[in-house]
């Protein structure tokens, strides 16, 4: 029983970290057709960010947090927003997959090249003195994991249901064509969702650091678990990127332990196949008309 | 007539040229011939029916194991390459049978998901493939007297399969099947309304390009003589999606000048692994961005305005 707590709340403090990571990706997709391949990416070059700002250069950690996210909301935001998508955007689905893909690779392979090939440490955010409750013992780090991904989606979720910007994204996502014709600025927004993505992969970066270590290639099995939560849990919306992340971290612990932790990837794997072949709009999701 | 037969002719002479190396040259042209294989297999499942398939090098090595299982046991290479292929399209009907339901962004997740589960099981299943070790000594093929162990007859024999599948794949493309595919990827309803089975060709699109990857899978095995699962990562897979996009999706011409740029280019380069993966992450990029349809694009686009020029 002891054993099962312990790794129900790791599975949920690292899957709340996916689901940040989902949410993000499944915000560029409702509101620009782009499905990011590069979205690990996303997450590691702000990781390597803090450790260059707040590690290299020793930086105050609230400097370095708020620097972290600007050079993240900036680069991976703004910048890939105006070169890469708004010139593919009217090309289709596929295009902008490929570019992605390149994207990644790019990304990946720069800072293995031009920074390091090996794992960097990072120093620990949070107290490393374990909470005891009774005979359970959790650490500080997997409660404020969760606490702290709360906490953002709910922001996130507030800034969508009741702002006017927040709207206007969810006009985007529906239609964009008809949302353009009652005057929104579609593109300005599809930059938004960009930033804001960048914004929530720079937190998941923070988060994910002292947990992994930070090394140039984690990015591709964080963005494949990203995506995994977006299907399973559902593309369109954001309770199911929450729910699939949640779902796929807690899976993936608990057939690490209990089953192998040599094929611990494949698990969420087969949910995911499942989910696709009997439920495509994912657990959570609304069924999508059909389009090409 | 020139048109026609000019490129007809400068492949012969490309394919012909090798027979004059030595060693390391003849071993990246084989590798070239390999990879132009797996290519036009995979140009047919996306380049030509518009399905994304991430999972090429898992197919390619349903094509390897099977050679280099059954090889050093004493059986015939042309046996271990039938088991592959045949592998290679059935585990091509099934990963293509979520394509029936899902759009291409999911049809990726799939596959790239079937590349890593390939990639575990042929880690993990040591009493078959060896494990992380991989398989070692497996034989050229031989047939009867002749045998094509030296690497100058295995060249040759590769280029009879590389003859066969260009061949074959030209028949299929310009038969209705080739018309099928076109119509699927430019609008699947209308394909649909004007009466194509988007059932059975979307499936056997995927199928068809997962066997062609069997057959450059097995007679890739007995290059080196050895094979590890490290051979059939996904980024060989993405490294194959490269390939078929740099050299122009969806035109026939293009397997052949992807494969030899993503083949050649870094021998030539003798740059380092990384750096020159940085430099086609980049192209890629800037291709899909300035090029979209490869590097097909710069011929015809010489071509034209050669012609405009008389």
Redesign the interface.
């Known amino acids: 029983m002891t054993d099962f707590v312990q790794l129900l709340v790791a599975g949920i403090s690292i899957g709340s970290i996916y689901a940040l990571t989902a949410i993000g990706f499944v915000l560029l997709w409702q509101t620009s057709n782009t499905i990011n391949f590069a979205q690990g990416e996303f997450v590691v070059l702000p990781a390597f960010a803090m450790v260059l700002f707040l590690v290299v250069l020793r930086w105050p950690f609230a400097i370095a947090l708020v620097a972290t996210i600007l050079v993240s909301t900036l680069l991976l935001g703004w910048l890939v927003k105006e070169l890469l998508v708004t010139r593919l955007l009217t090309m289709g689905v596929l295009p902008l997959v490929i570019a992605t893909i390149g994207l990644s690779l790019f990304i990946r392979y720069s800072l293995q090249q031009f920074w390091t090939p090996l794992a960097l440490p990072f120093p620990p955010i949070f107290p490393r003195v374990p909470i005891r409750l009774g005979t359970i013992i959790i650490s500080w780090e997997e409660v404020m994991n969760v606490l702290l991904a709360g906490l953002v989606v709910g922001a996130l979720q507030l800034f969508i249901t009741r702002t006017r910007l927040g709207w206007a994204m969810q006009a985007v996502a529906q239609n964009r064509t008809l949302a353009a014709v009652l005057g929104i600025d579609v593109s300005r927004l599809v930059t938004l969702t960009f930033v804001l993505n960048a914004a929530l992969a720079a937190v998941a970066a923070i988060l994910i650091a002292p947990v992994y270590l930070v090394k140039y290639d984690i990015g591709i099995g964080l963005g494949l678990k990203a995506f995994y939560a977006a299907i399973i849990g559902g593309f369109n919306q954001i309770r199911g990127a929450l729910l699939g992340g949640l779902l796929v971290g807690v899976v993936e612990t608990f057939s690490a332990a209990y089953i192998s932790s040599q094929f611990r990837d494949a698990f969420a794997l087969l949910i995911l196949l499942a989910v696709l072949l009997l439920k495509p709009e994912g657990l959570w999701g609304v069924k999508e008309e059909w389009a090409s | 007539m020139i048109r026609r037969f000019l490129p007809l002719g400068v492949l012969v002479f490309c394919a012909l040229l090798p027979l004059a190396f030595e060693q390391y040259k003849l071993y990246v042209a084989s590798l070239t011939l390999v990879y132009l294989i797996l290519a036009i297999g995979l140009n047919l499942t996306l380049g030509y029916a518009?399905q994304?398939s991430l999972a090429h090098a898992a197919f390619m090595a349903l094509g390897s194991y099977p050679v280099a299982i059954l090889g050093p046991r004493g059986l015939p290479f042309e046996l271990g390459l039938a088991v592959g292929v045949v592998l290679a399209f059935g585990w091509g009907l099934v990963v293509g049978f979520?394509a029936l339901?899902?759009?291409?962004?999911?049809l990726?997740?799939?596959t790239?998901?079937f590349n890593?589960?390939a990639f575990?099981v042929l880690?993990?299943w040591e009493g078959l493939t060896g494990g992380s070790f991989g398989i070692s000594g497996i034989p050229r093929p031989a047939w009867g007297p002749i045998n094509f162990a030296s690497d100058r007859a295995y060249y040759v024999y590769i280029l009879g399969w590389a003859a066969l599948v260009v061949a074959s794949a030209y028949w299929l493309l310009s038969s209705r099947w080739g018309r099928a595919f076109r119509a699927i990827r430019e609008?699947?309803?209308r394909a649909a309304v004007v009466g194509v089975s988007l059932r059975t060709y979307k499936v056997m699109a995927f199928a068809i390009g997962a066997a062609y990857a069997g057959i450059g899978g097995a007679l890739f095995a007995p290059l080196l003589g050895y094979i590890d699962p490290g051979a059939y990562t996904?980024d060989r897979s993405?490294q194959f999606?490269?390939m078929v996009?740099m050299g122009g999706l969806g035109r026939f011409e293009g397997p052949f000048i992807g494969a030899a740029v993503v083949t050649i280019l870094p021998e030539v380069l003798r740059a380092?692994e990384?750096?020159y993966?940085?430099l086609?992450?980049?192209?890629?990029?800037l291709m899909?961005?300035f090029m979209?349809k490869g590097l097909v694009g710069v011929w015809d686009w010489l071509v034209i305005s050669s012609k405009s020029r008389i």
């Open positions: 518009g994304i979520p339901k899902v759009k291409h962004h999911y990726a997740m799939v790239l998901g890593i589960i575990l880690r993990n609008n699947e309803l996904l993405i999606l490269m996009v380092s990384g750096l993966l940085i086609y992450a980049l192209a890629v990029v899909m961005l979209p």
